[in-house]
């Protein structure tokens, strides 16, 4: 029996698993719905099935993500017996596709991902204005039912601070729409595609120096003192 790869350090075990339904399509993506009246069972079988330390859940209107701590890479093997516990009759098909088109990620890839999220940079289109109060209430529901503990609160706190930082220092949430780098000018006029793109860059920035910041506290190294200098630099 071959060995799992493991990953020692915190910031490794960090993973997100997230199917989108404007991605996946509405009739997979409705296999991953979880009835809130059973959300501390599924969880909780979750965790058991699949060797997860700490486990939190987020549903919103376009999207079912997992936030994991593990030490278990998001391999094939992993990915498949994850999926399956949702549903045991996929096949081989359905899960390639449905591993295809989910962000399975990890580590510093996990974390820019989850700050994304919380900036309301990742809405597929609209801007989720509660978003930082429905991550803070999922980390509270998992803490409360104990199937996550410090380091989840931890990179919940620091997905809060930047997306706090992000609402601040770009008036994101006056837009209605989210930029979307891809969508070129089909919203908006060239005027308003030039500010938009301006005030995406800069959330980016923000972002990524939130990562660094967090990464490097990870590491025991002090933690930058001034953000808003580190991510003009």
Same mark, same amino acid.
């Given at each position: 029996?071959?060995?799992? $790869?493991?990953? +020692?350090?915190? =910031?490794?075990?960090?993973?997100? @698993?997230?199917?989108?339904?404007? %991605?996946? #399509?509405?009739?997979?993506?409705?296999?991953?719905?979880?009835?809130?009246?059973?959300?501390?069972?599924?969880?909780?079988?979750?965790?058991?099935?699949?060797?997860?330390?700490?486990?939190m859940?987020?549903t919103?209107?376009?999207?079912?993500?997992?936030?994991?701590?593990?030490?278990?890479?998001?391999?094939?093997?992993?990915?498949?017996?994850?999926?399956?516990?949702?549903?045991?009759?996929?096949?081989?098909?359905?899960?390639?596709?449905? $591993?295809?088109? +989910?962000?399975? =990620?990890?580590?510093?890839?996990? @974390?820019?991902?989850?700050?994304? %999220?919380? #900036?309301?940079?990742?809405?597929r289109?609209?801007?989720?204005?509660?978003?930082?109060?429905?991550?803070?209430?999922?980390?509270?529901?998992?803490?409360h039912?104990?199937?996550?503990?410090?380091?989840?609160?931890?990179?919940?706190?620091?997905?809060?601070?930047?997306?706090?930082?992000?609402?601040?220092?770009?008036?994101?949430?006056?837009?209605?729409?989210?930029?979307?780098?891809?969508?070129?000018?089909?919203?908006?006029?060239?005027?308003?595609?030039?500010?938009?793109?301006?005030?995406?860059?800069?959330?980016? @920035?923000?972002?990524?120096?939130? %990562?660094?910041?967090?990464?490097?506290?990870?590491?025991?190294?002090?933690?930058?003192?001034?953000?808003?200098?580190?991510?003009?630099?």
């Open positions: 029996m071959k060995s799992k $790869k493991r990953s +020692s350090l915190l =910031l490794g075990k960090y993973k997100v @698993i997230c199917v989108a339904n404007q %991605v996946l #399509g509405y009739g997979e993506y409705g296999n991953f719905l979880i009835d809130p009246l059973k959300r501390d069972e599924k969880l909780v079988e979750l965790r058991k099935r699949n060797g997860i330390e700490e486990i859940y987020l919103t209107s376009n999207r079912e993500m997992f936030v994991l701590i593990t030490e278990d890479d998001l391999d094939t093997e992993y990915l498949s017996k994850f999926f399956n516990s949702f549903k045991d009759s996929f096949s081989t098909a359905e899960l390639n596709t449905i $591993k295809n088109d +989910s962000f399975c =990620l990890s580590g510093r890839a996990a @974390i820019s991902h989850l700050f994304c %999220v919380a #900036g309301t940079m990742d809405s289109g609209y801007i989720e204005r509660g978003i930082v109060k429905t991550l803070i209430a999922a980390q509270e529901f998992s803490l039912n104990e199937l996550s503990g410090n380091a989840m609160a931890l990179i919940i706190e620091r997905a809060a601070e930047c997306a706090n930082m992000v609402f601040t220092k770009t008036d994101i949430l006056k837009n209605r729409m989210v930029f979307d780098p891809q969508d070129d000018t089909k919203r908006y006029s060239i005027a308003e595609h030039t500010l938009h793109k301006n005030k995406w860059v800069k959330a980016v @920035i923000i972002v990524e120096s939130y %990562v660094v910041d967090f990464e490097i506290s990870l590491k025991g190294i002090r933690r930058i003192k001034n953000l808003e200098e580190y991510a003009a630099a």
